[in-house]
């Protein structure tokens, strides 16, 4: 076998003290990068508590303006506030529209977290009312038509897809992709109902707190014949085996060959602690209507790709048609959501679904000055136009909002931008 072309890592500052929160293109045809971005306050631990902005790049990122402030907050429900996530961009050229996802959600007095539990009765409002609005731009994002709820085909506002009622549950988006046929596919989170209409609860692995039961569903968008909007299916929605894991969650795709997509996903804390931590997979073979039984990703050997409860990207390339995953990739095994370093890059081999070990390049390891506790995740990126290399933005951060660093070693606050130079 021969040996493979290395992949080359360009690390360069993108803004001091600062946590992108999104980003991407908002013009079919220009390089114009729009993005949301937390300047001030509390960013260390992903940007919630600081001032975010929008700003726009005509020139591929090399400059930027701003262009306003976004507010999260976007109206109330009696008691509830309603909130908006950040924007998630896609380009349809054949259109010559750029569409605007985002996921909406409602809190209440007590905040975003209360409490967890079997039933809806002990849910946050937040995980019964997540769902997902998109809007439309027809002049590269200068100025966007009404918000629109995605409602399956045949559903309502309450009932607006497969298994998922507003108030019951939820279903959370993540960053969309556009097949080579046209087809926009938004990979989903689901918090899972029983026959019952109540969340299902799975032990962690103590057998001490009890956490929602997550899958993964693909919905499947295609543009009606009056091109102004999107009608939508979904695929089955897909849970992993309780000894392996309580939830899959933050999906990706990647087109493979003919009908097949992959679907690669975190899986959270493995409650029985029968298997290492492990990103999971499922095959397509008809363009997403229907998924297959997750599994874990492996070498060649079978040996597990190591790899904590954590965030992901998964993609075929537009510069040299492989397959890539950006993820933290452990030399040995862990469980439950970290470390999250280092985080690497790697080749997965179209026909025979395995991360191919010889490929996996580091994009950010540990250093010296950092704690156990450090965290490389949460990034957010694109795909560069000019050069057709992944890109990302992340800002170094530590797991203190849920475990105490009891080093308390300094993280840099700053946002880089890591381009991964590809082979041709």
């Not at 990103?279 to 229907?290: C, N, Q, Y």
């Not at 970290?338 to 679904?353: A, C, F, H, S, T």
Request: hydrophobic share 30%; with cysteine; aromatic share 10%.
């Amino acid at each position: 076998m021969s040996t493979p072309a290395p992949i080359e890592i360009r690390k360069t500052l993108h803004h001091k003290n600062a946590f992108v929160q999104a980003i991407g293109y908002t013009s079919v045809s220009k390089p114009t990068l729009t993005e949301s971005i937390t300047t001030e306050g509390s960013i260390t631990v992903g940007g919630e508590d600081g001032r975010t902005i929008y700003r726009v790049s005509d020139d591929n990122g090399q400059t930027w303006r701003e262009t306003g402030s976004f507010n999260d907050h976007i109206g109330t429900n009696g008691e509830r506030t309603i909130c908006r996530c950040e924007p998630m961009y896609l380009c349809d050229p054949d259109r010559g529209v750029v569409i605007e996802f985002y996921n909406r959600y409602e809190i209440g007095p007590a905040g975003y977290y209360t409490e967890f539990g079997p039933e809806n009765a002990g849910m946050p409002p937040a995980t019964r009312t997540f769902r997902l609005y998109y809007r439309i731009s027809t002049d590269d994002g200068e100025s966007w038509g009404d918000d629109i709820a995605v409602i399956q085909d045949g559903h309502d506002e309450v009932h607006w897809a497969d298994g998922v009622w507003y108030e019951k549950n939820s279903a959370i988006a993540m960053p969309p992709t556009r097949l080579r046929d046209g087809t926009i596919v938004v990979p989903m989170c689901v918090y899972v109902l029983d026959d019952n209409g109540h969340m299902i609860a799975r032990p962690d692995r103590f057998g001490e707190v009890k956490w929602p039961v997550e899958g993964v569903a693909l919905l499947l968008g295609r543009w009606t014949d009056d091109g102004a909007a999107l009608s939508w299916e979904m695929s089955n929605c897909i849970v992993p085996p309780e000894y392996m894991s309580y939830a899959l969650t933050e999906p990706d795709i990647a087109e493979m060959d003919g009908d097949r997509l992959m679907v690669v996903m975190r899986g959270i804390a493995t409650p029985r602690q029968a298997i290492p931590s492990v990103k999971f997979f499922s095959i397509s073979e008809d363009g997403g209507k229907t998924l297959g039984e997750p599994v874990p990703l492996s070498y060649p050997d079978c040996g597990y790709v190591y790899s904590p409860g954590s965030y992901l990207d998964f993609f075929r390339s537009r510069k040299n048609d492989r397959v890539y995953l950006i993820t933290n990739i452990l030399p040995c095994p862990t469980k439950a959501s970290d470390p999250r370093y280092p985080l690497k890059i790697v080749e997965v081999d179209r026909q025979y679904l395995w991360a191919i070990p010889e490929t996996e390049t580091v994009i950010q390891d540990r250093e010296s000055r950092h704690g156990r506790m450090i965290r490389f995740s949460n990034w957010r990126g694109h795909h560069d136009r000019e050069t057709g290399n992944p890109v990302i933005y992340m800002t170094e951060a530590r797991v203190d909002s849920i475990i105490p660093d009891p080093e308390e070693q300094p993280i840099v606050p700053d946002s880089y931008r890591y381009e991964m130079v590809l082979p041709e």
